[in-house]
């Protein structure tokens, strides 16, 4: 899934407004260029740069100030180069003369536009104005700029799904808030009630008897028909709609230089706005804008038409092409009743009857033929997007910004707001409503279903990802809870929630944050199989959802070395980096690790530590672990039998290790004066001794019987005659001594 990649524009907007200068400049990277497309439509090419950097310089003013936009930063920066640019030219004015008047017979263009001053009065420009930033963003990129919603999803901070979503609801908003600017100066009752249908109309959303008495009303109402056309435009031509409102005439200019792929669509649009411009008059005006929406209507098929479906918890119902209406209705001839057959009128009876009669009629009275009735008609099935349906609203003591507790405004305030993982869902039903209403919850893969059983006033369908009031009229409030997420990306942690009645619908999203923490349970470090001579730990890492990676950072003491065997299972590990990489970081495997029993140095010394990081989760653990024991039992000196004595001219003495087989032993022997240690010939053991000093070192790697030690002694006692051996095997030691010749004379 493709997500956005840095700051948006709204997170940078704020940075600014706090003093941060490095997010000013990744605006200006991002939209230079467009600024100085724009000024090449007002000024000489050489004159570009230096209004474009004056536009820059009079937002970040702005934004200092704690004005200027929250979001979309595109559309007020090119209204800004606009304005610098009018700004110019009236302090030019005030104070100037020159001979050569060839070179201001332009400046009146891109003054004084009536034009675009006509056009910003107009509903669709109202209906603009009145839509939520974040739609004016969404919809001035995608419709004006032709950008794609991949390009956008950085700048709003959303993914190129969510940035589709939202250009979905902002669209049909315009639609909305546009037909509402009408309807305002409607006064008849069937004007209305057409009207009220427009929008369906237009994009074929009807049944065949309103799409008829729609036919016939637009027929005979002139000013309906105007509304219709204008509503064409808003549904296929919004360029060139949106671009004059904010940027003048200028603006058509700078479409046509935004994309070449666009410049035969662009270049109609511009051709017959700038023929309704020649003229500064209001009925120039009005004609130019008959040329526009014209226009608008002839393309309407190939711009911007097509189902559109946002991807929401509850899916929409798809709306069918628009289809324009002929200019005349088809006229079907009347269908006239069919004609009776004439019956005979019943003989007069010659005198009045005194009873009923006993035969019945020969023929049957004729009676008018049934009427059929006028069906009702249909419910409405279009679907209609209800703007404040649904609410997801954050607690009151979750909330956090600075507006005094009330709910937060800026796109940053609502991300760090939103880390307080509850919500409050609120639906808010037509008056009167009867019909069933069902939410939806869709959350990303770092996310889990957020409800325990049913919440009050509500049935949920956990399989399902839906809920159902049991309250149609005024459903309840609905708190939802949602686990800390310890990572993942924006989609991962982004909960959508729907909500539908009837044909009514509306959807939101929110962001939850997973800001850097530690949890102790994160990192377990358990002794493996008992050993006496090398310590066996094993690392254990807990398993998540929502992670990326799994990193183990191993640091120990100068009395250790690196624990862990080449090639772990599911495990990329370097001694060099002494670090060691999960291959599986949702579940990683246990790791081993093997330390040498350390024979000697301080704590520290023989102290290491593991570093556990998931994703931004981390856990720090450490031990401490203890160096060789002593063990009475390892070391035997053993004076031979004269049967098994090899050598009766001297004294030999076995150095007997016990419980050890193929290991490493090592003997530290020192002995007296009276004593000296002949050289040793038992195989498979190393000796290294110093002439002058009365010890030495014996050792083997793979033990397999005792040390056979031959002694030379002159008659003595005490320390003067006494042999001292050390052994170490791993983690174990024994000191023993014995004394040569014995006090009891045996050899």
């Not at 979750?398 to 405004?409: E, F, L, Y």
């Not at 246990?590 to 000697?600: H, I, N, S, Y």
């Not at 160096?627 to 001297?650: A, C, Y």
């Amino acid at each position: 899934m493709e997500t956005p990649e840095g700051p948006s524009d709204g997170e940078l907007i704020a940075r600014v407004r706090n003093g941060d200068l490095e997010a000013y400049g990744e605006l200006f990277g991002r939209h230079h260029h467009a600024a100085e497309r724009m000024a090449r439509q007002l000024v000489p090419a050489g004159d570009a740069d230096d209004l474009a950097s004056d536009a820059f310089a009079k937002v970040l003013d702005a934004l200092r100030g704690g004005g200027g936009p929250d979001i979309s930063f595109r559309a007020y920066l090119l209204t800004t180069v606009r304005r610098v640019h009018v700004d110019r030219i009236r302090s030019g004015k005030k104070v100037q003369t020159t001979d050569d008047i060839a070179a201001y017979e332009r400046e009146p263009e891109t003054f004084d536009d009536p034009t675009v001053t006509g056009f910003e009065s107009g509903a669709a420009a109202k209906a603009f104005a009145s839509l939520p930033e974040r739609w004016q963003a969404v919809l001035w990129h995608t419709e004006v700029e032709g950008e794609k919603p991949a390009a956008i999803a950085p700048l709003l901070g959303l993914t190129a799904n969510g940035v589709s979503a939202l250009a979905y609801r902002a669209r049909e908003g315009l639609r909305q808030a546009y037909l509402q600017q009408h309807l305002a100066d409607v006064a008849g009752d069937r004007c209305r009630w057409t009207t009220e249908r427009l929008g369906a109309y237009v994009r074929g959303g009807l049944t065949k008897r309103e799409n008829r008495n729609v036919r016939e009303h637009l027929d005979d109402c002139a000013k309906c028909t105007a509304v219709y056309l204008e509503l064409v435009e808003v549904n296929s031509a919004l360029p060139a709609l949106l671009a004059p409102a904010l940027l003048g005439t200028a603006g058509l200019g700078y479409l046509a230089a935004a994309s070449g792929t666009k410049i035969g669509l662009v270049g109609v649009v511009v051709t017959a706005w700038r023929k309704a411009t020649e003229n500064s008059t209001r009925t120039a005006v009005g004609a130019g804008a008959v040329v526009v929406v014209a226009v608008a209507a002839v393309i309407a098929a190939m711009a911007l038409t097509g189902n559109e479906s946002p991807p929401a918890a509850i899916d929409k119902p798809s709306v069918p092409q628009p289809t324009q209406p002929p200019a005349k209705p088809p006229t079907v001839p009347p269908v006239k009743p069919p004609v009776k057959p004439p019956t005979q009128p019943p003989p007069k009876p010659t005198t009045a009857p005194t009873t009923a009669p006993t035969t019945a009629p020969t023929t049957q009275p004729t009676t008018p033929p049934p009427t059929t009735p006028t069906p009702p008609p249909p419910t409405p099935t279009t679907p209609v997007l209800l703007e404040g349906l649904l609410t997801i609203s954050i607690p009151p003591a979750q909330r956090i910004g600075g507006n005094g507790g009330s709910a937060p405004t800026t796109r940053a305030e609502r991300v760090e707001a939103a880390g307080g993982m509850r919500f409050v869902i609120t639906i808010k039903t037509p008056s009167g409503n009867q019909e069933p209403v069902v939410i939806g919850l869709k959350y990303g893969k770092a996310l889990q279903w957020p409800l325990s059983g049913n919440p009050r006033g509500w049935s949920c369908d956990k399989a399902a990802g839906t809920c159902t009031a049991t309250n149609s009229a005024k459903p309840e409030p609905m708190t939802v809870s949602f686990a800390t997420p310890s990572g993942g990306s924006v989609p991962d942690r982004t909960f959508t929630v729907s909500a539908k009645t009837g044909r009514f619908y509306d959807d939101d999203s929110r962001t939850l944050v997973a800001p850097p923490r530690t949890d102790e349970n994160l990192l377990k470090i358990t002794k493996g199989p008992n050993d006496a001579d090398v310590h066996h730990r094993v690392l254990t890492v807990a398993p998540g959802l929502d992670r990326d990676s799994v990193t183990l950072k191993i640091s120990y003491g100068s009395s250790l070395q690196w624990p862990i065997l080449k090639n772990p299972l599911g495990w990329k590990c370097s001694s060099a980096t002494k670090t060691c990489t999960s291959l599986t970081p949702l579940k990683p495997v246990p790791l081993r690790a093997v330390f040498p029993v350390p024979e000697g140095g301080s704590a520290s010394a023989r102290t290491y530590t593991v570093s556990a990081t998931a994703g931004l989760v981390s856990d720090v653990d450490s031990e401490t672990l203890p160096g060789v024991r002593n063990d009475e039992s390892l070391l035997q000196i053993l004076t031979p039998t004269p049967h098994d004595d090899p050598n009766p001219f001297v004294y030999n003495r076995f150095l007997k290790v016990n419980g050890v087989t193929d290991r490493r032993v090592t003997l530290d022997i020192s002995w007296g004066r009276n004593l000296s240690f002949l050289n040793a010939l038992d195989g498979g053991w190393t000796c290294s001794r110093s002439t002058d000093v009365r010890r030495a070192t014996c050792w083997t790697d793979n033990y397999r019987k005792a040390f056979n030690s031959e002694w030379s002694a002159w008659p003595g006692k005490g320390t003067a005659n006494t042999v001292t051996v050390h052994a170490r095997v791993g983690g174990r030691e024994d000191t023993d001594s014995v004394q040569i010749p014995p006090s009891s004379g045996s050899r």
